[in-house]
């Protein structure tokens, strides 16, 4: 018996010296076959128990099978380790050069100008106002004459306008909008709250700070009881949206044919914080727009009563924005469509 | 408007400074643009007297004057200026003095000559060329006799002022005057306007008994006032009157035209100068020209006059504009010894019109068309008449020659406290209006909060209630009104679905890869005209400015070429863009009015993805461009989908690359490549593009998005591959899979197209994956097997397909 046992002693510790040596999977395997397997050495030695008496055999028999457990037992191990290690050599085969740069995806950008309507779209739609797109070939009358400014009004000297003939012309501005729609509105569904935003033409020529096609956007309030005081608040609160809660608002008094009073509004500059700098030539002040309480010929024209109904109305350049928000000083970029520019507003 | 600080402050009380006077004046409503002091950054500039001159050794024109500059100092001063002489009292720059534009003075040495300083010219301490007197343009300035030698020269020249320069609304055209700024000064700070009392000596000579004036048409000149000034001496004016024109902008000329534009300057009241000897008769005439009339102006120009324009005559031949531009041949000259002077208000629209028609926009021009004040007409000439009899020697004769005189008339205007703080959202008091209207001096009576207000005419732009309520708002502060956001009814502030869905679909172009663009909607009439999907006759406007900006687009495609000729003019080859906008559509020439249909379109060329390192480039093609295409069209979503029939018909567009897009029998759109000598003509290369009437497209019926059950049971898929002839198109093979696929087909897909090598010539291999779906039960193969076996079938026979 003890040869037997001797004999797979042995066995065991040769064979787990072979197994801690397996440099592969396939190497293991195969010692795991040549050791376990049906012509293996403890195969042999079990065989060899016939010879052995009825006595003896449990004692060996157990002893063999807890030899046979040992080693598998090792070679799982083995197989575990060798298996981790394959991983992570092939973990490292695979490691890329992260900083390469990413497979591209085109991506475009949304118009600076349109970003800038938008912008200030959703500033009024939030404050419950409609937003109103007219004609750009429009009558004379809409642009002019409704708006308190008969022919022959010297305001008239302020838009040099593109004519198709004496009746029809290119809207100057986006005023024709607001006789149009106030024509139309029902004061008995409530007050009428409106923005239009367009292209429109003057008779300029191009040059770095004029375009004979702009944008601008203007908008119009009338009900019972709308105030100058509102005119007041609802500018300054969409000034500070776009421009920043930090810019100073200054109100002052101008001329607009179609406003009485009439408004023009400054905002501190953004460059020297109202020092004075060449961007606000030396003012410490800016313009972006202009407003006022609308004038009661233009209420008359488009048949609402001025003792009854009143409010503010008001236009601004998108161009100007854009150009003030973003530091842009040619005006004429915004319409070349260089894609280096356009890209840039994000 | 320039107005000087120190004129204003003889009709005003001021004790603020300019810059802060400036400040407030913009505040309460007239935009004042800048402060200049002539004198500013200008150091050591004094009186000097030449008390002697010879000529330069070593030179023709300098000369060598010795200059006193002080009671006990005379210097050296090489000077070239051509009037130099001795005994004269000059500007002398010292050393170490600074003149215009921060030039440095030193003493030095000219042609081996110490020059101690430098006697100056007008220009060169600051003035404008417009300004320096003729007989002073070319040489040194000459001070007058009594200047004091070593004193600084500036309060000699007024430059010790400051000038307030005021941008004028068209209605403020009061403030067009020295004395309409006073008013609107006074009223700002509560002060009162004082001005001086002239008195004005009349000889016992009738004016009537050597002229007589008529005007034809009251409306053309209202009040028409004429003096008649004998025994007139012409010389340059004083200084002190020369230096209130210089600071205003105004070239001092000589005493009798200084003075009418002295008193233009300080009432606002254009006034005319005639040379009675020259205007050949005792008449004068104000009519309408006729058409055959002729007019040399005080330009040198001849003009051919209309029936629009209102003219001076002597009752026969045409001396003035009027109030526009006077005639040569009447003009003051330094031999005119008596003068006819006009005062008057003219029509202000033809006076418009006519310095339009003859781009004659003068200072008389712009007062007259904006308006003048009706009450000192009369005044105003008096006042001209007086000055020349101080400065002139003249003999001012008897009585003014006046056929036509305006009676000048306060305006009542009504307004009550309420309606000023329903209108400004304030709580401002009567007494607090009350007392704004009497700052303006304004007469005011008021009962129980309402006012009665007489305007008077030194303020013809208040006519209306609106008009004091923007006094009251402008005098009382805009910055103290109350900023609200309105109590109002609440209303809904939303985006019409039109204009969400032209939104949606930028944002899908973008997030594709194209950028937006915004092109000129006017172009030439050859781009206007191209790449049109519904023809269209053209839209121009009268008088363009430049051929390239002369008609309204028809077509977006062209303006997207534009832009990316620009872009490829500038090394960007790779260029994706889309533009929404309008473009302007009639059926008839004679139609004036298009109509403005919202189109939107896009134009890729180069490369669509360049090279990189890890994908080769990928330039744009057709099917690049109709992807994109598909996937906006998918956004709308329509009932019947949009189909793509190849076309020639578009002439700008490759007639074998072309498809108009189809719903139903609606051309909704084109796709397909640039014509390349289209391309060729934009210096671009292969180049695709699209163009949709979205009008068309928003029209059409919508589907309603319904949820659909994700299937619960597998599909099955077949795949087929055929080969036919070149001509059968995958439309029509499509066409015929659905229509044989049975109900259990779910989806057709093209996944592989062969020309070539192991396929005869004249054919095409191509291979679809079949979907079969059935949404209720697990499909068998044999439901498939049959199925698709009728679609080989019918491939064969409708297509002469052989199956691969």
Not at chain 1, 231 to 244: M, P, Q
């Amino acid at each position: 018996m003890s040869s037997l046992q001797d004999k797979l002693i042995a066995l065991q510790k040769q064979g787990i010296t072979e197994i801690e040596k397996s440099a592969d999977l396939k190497q293991l395997n195969d010692i795991r076959v040549n050791l376990l397997g049906k012509k293996g050495p403890i195969t042999e030695v079990l065989r060899g128990m016939r010879d052995l008496t009825k006595e003896e055999r449990p004692a060996v028999g157990s002893f063999a099978n807890k030899v046979r457990d040992a080693l598998t037992e090792s070679i799982e191990t083995r197989k575990q380790a060798l298996e981790a290690a394959k991983i992570e050599r092939q973990l490292a085969q695979e490691t890329l050069d992260v900083t390469l740069p990413g497979t591209p995806v085109k991506m475009g950008s949304h118009h600076v100008i349109m970003q800038t309507v938008e912008r200030l779209e959703s500033v009024f739609l939030g404050m419950g106002f409609k937003v109103v797109l007219g004609y750009e070939v429009e009558e004379e009358k809409y642009n002019f004459e409704k708006l308190n400014m008969p022919k022959d009004h010297p305001a008239r000297d302020m838009q040099d306008t593109f004519y198709i003939n004496q009746d029809i012309l290119l809207r100057t501005h986006m005023s024709p909008d607001e006789a149009r729609t106030l024509e139309q509105h029902d004061f008995s569904t409530g007050p009428m709250k409106m923005i239009g935003p367009g292209r429109v033409y003057r008779r300029d020529t191009d040059d770095a700070t004029h375009s004979h096609q702009f944008f601008q956007m203007e908008g119009q309030y009338i009900g019972e009881n709308v105030t100058m005081a509102d005119l007041k608040g609802t500018l300054s609160f969409a000034i500070r949206e776009f421009f920043g809660a930090e810019r100073e608002i200054r109100f002052r008094p101008s001329y607009f044919p179609f406003t009485e009073p009439s408004v023009e509004v400054d905002i501190s500059c953004f460059k020297c914080n109202g020092a004075g700098c060449d961007v606000c030539k030396y003012s410490g002040w800016i313009e972006v727009l202009g407003a006022g309480m609308t004038h009661p010929n233009v209420l008359k024209a488009a048949g609402v009563d001025p003792a009854k109904y009143g409010g503010f109305a008001f236009g601004l350049g998108i161009d100007r924005f854009a150009m003030l928000k973003y530091g842009i000083d040619d005006i004429r970029q915004f319409y070349q469509n260089d894609v280096r520019f356009l890209s840039q507003f994000k | 408007m320039k107005i000087s600080y120190k004129w204003l402050k003889e009709y005003v009380d001021l004790d603020m400074t300019p810059e802060e006077l400036a400040n407030k004046v913009t505040l309460t409503g007239i935009e004042v643009d800048g402060v200049k002091h002539p004198d500013a950054g200008l150091k050591k500039i004094v009186v000097g007297y030449v008390e002697s001159t010879k000529p330069h050794p070593d030179s023709d024109h300098l000369q060598l004057c010795q200059v006193q500059i002080s009671a006990d100092e005379t210097v050296q001063i090489v000077c070239g200026a051509p009037n130099v002489a001795a005994g004269q009292k000059v500007i002398v720059a010292l050393p170490g003095s600074r003149i215009a534009n921060n030039e440095k003075i030193k003493k030095g040495k000219l042609r081996g000559e110490i020059s101690n300083g430098m006697i100056c010219a007008l220009q060169e301490i600051g003035f404008s060329d417009d300004v320096t007197p003729q007989v002073y343009a070319d040489g040194i300035y000459v001070l007058p006799a009594d200047a004091e030698v070593g004193q600084p020269v500036y309060a000699y020249l007024g430059m010790d002022d400051a000038i307030l320069d005021l941008e004028i609304t068209p209605n403020r055209a009061d403030a067009l005057s020295v004395r309409g700024v006073a008013h609107e000064v006074a009223a700002i700070y509560a002060q009162a306007v004082h001005f001086p009392k002239v008195a004005l000596t009349e000889a016992t000579k009738k004016a009537s008994a050597v002229l007589q004036a008529q005007v034809t048409d009251v409306a053309d000149a209202p009040s028409y006032n004429l003096r008649v000034l004998e025994n007139v001496t012409i010389k340059p004016s004083p200084l002190w009157l020369q230096r209130r024109l210089w600071n205003a902008g105004v070239r001092p000329i000589n005493n009798v035209v200084d003075i009418t534009n002295l008193i233009m300057l300080d009432y606002g009241q254009p006034l005319h100068a005639f040379d009675y000897a020259k205007i050949g008769g005792q008449t004068i005439e104000v009519r309408r020209a006729q058409a055959d009339e002729t007019l040399t102006t005080l330009d040198g120009k001849e003009r051919d006059l209309t029936e629009d324009d209102i003219v001076i005559t002597n009752g026969a031949d045409v001396l003035n504009l009027a109030g526009v531009m006077g005639g040569l041949d009447s003009e003051i000259t330094n031999e005119t010894t008596t003068v006819i002077l006009e005062s008057a208000v003219f029509e202000p629209t033809h006076i418009r019109k006519t310095a339009q028609r003859y781009n004659l926009r003068s200072e008389a021009s712009s007062r007259f068309e904006k308006g003048v004040n009706t009450a000192t007409v009369l005044t105003a000439l008096d006042d001209a008449a007086s000055l020349m009899a101080d400065l002139a020697d003249a003999t001012v004769l008897a009585g003014r020659v006046s056929p036509t005189v305006l009676k000048p008339a306060d305006v009542t205007v009504n307004v009550s406290t309420e309606r000023i703080n329903r209108v400004l959202g304030t709580t401002i008091t009567t007494a607090e209006v009350k007392a704004i209207f009497e700052r303006l001096g304004f007469g005011v009576t008021e009962a129980a909060g309402i006012f009665t207000v007489s305007v008077p005419p030194r303020r013809w732009d208040i006519a209306i209630e609106a008009d004091l309520i923007e006094e009251v708002a402008r005098l009382y502060g805009y910055d103290r009104l109350p900023e609200t956001l309105t109590a109002s009814a609440s209303t809904p502030g939303l985006l019409t679905e039109r204009q969400q869905l032209i939104r949606h679909l930028e944002a899908t172009l973008e997030a594709n890869g194209l950028s937006q663009a915004l092109s000129y909607a006017l172009t030439t009439p050859d781009k206007a005209n191209a790449f049109q999907l519904t023809a269209s006759q053209p839209t121009s406007v009268d008088w363009p400015m430049t051929v390239d900006h002369a008609t309204l687009r028809m077509n977006l495609v062209s303006g997207l070429l534009d832009d990316l000729a620009y872009n490829a003019a500038r090394k960007q080859q790779n260029v994706a863009l889309y533009e929404q906008g309008r473009v302007f559509l009639k059926q008839h020439q004679a139609t004036v009015r298009p109509h403005e249909l919202e189109y939107l379109a896009g134009a890729i060329t180069g490369d669509w993805q360049t090279a990189t390192w890890n994908q080769p480039a990928q330039p744009v093609d057709f099917y690049q461009l109709k992807g994109l295409v598909e996937s906006t069209l998918a956004e709308f979503n329509l009932t019947t989908t949009p189909e793509f029939a190849a076309t020639a018909r578009h002439q700008d567009m490759h007639p074998g690359r072309t498809a108009d897009i189809l719903v139903g029998n609606q051309v909704v759109g084109f796709l397909g490549q640039v014509h390349p000598r289209v391309s060729q003509q934009y210096r671009l290369p292969a180049t695709y593009v699209f163009q949709l009437d979205l009008e068309q497209l928003l029209a059409l019926e919508q589907q309603t998005v319904m949820y659909h059950a994700v299937p619960r049971y597998p599909a099955i898929t077949r795949d087929i591959a055929l080969v036919v002839d070149e001509s059968v198109t995958n439309a029509a093979l499509t066409a015929t899979i659905r229509e044989n696929g049975g109900s259990y087909l779910s989806a057709v897909q093209l996944f592989d197209l062969y020309a070539g090598a192991h396929i005869d010539t004249g054919k095409k291999s191509l291979a679809y994956t079949l979907t079969y779906q059935n949404t209720a039960a697990t499909l068998t193969d044999d439901q498939v097997n049959e199925a698709f076996a009728k679609v080989v079938a019918a491939l064969q026979t409708e297509h002469a397909a052989t199956i691969r």
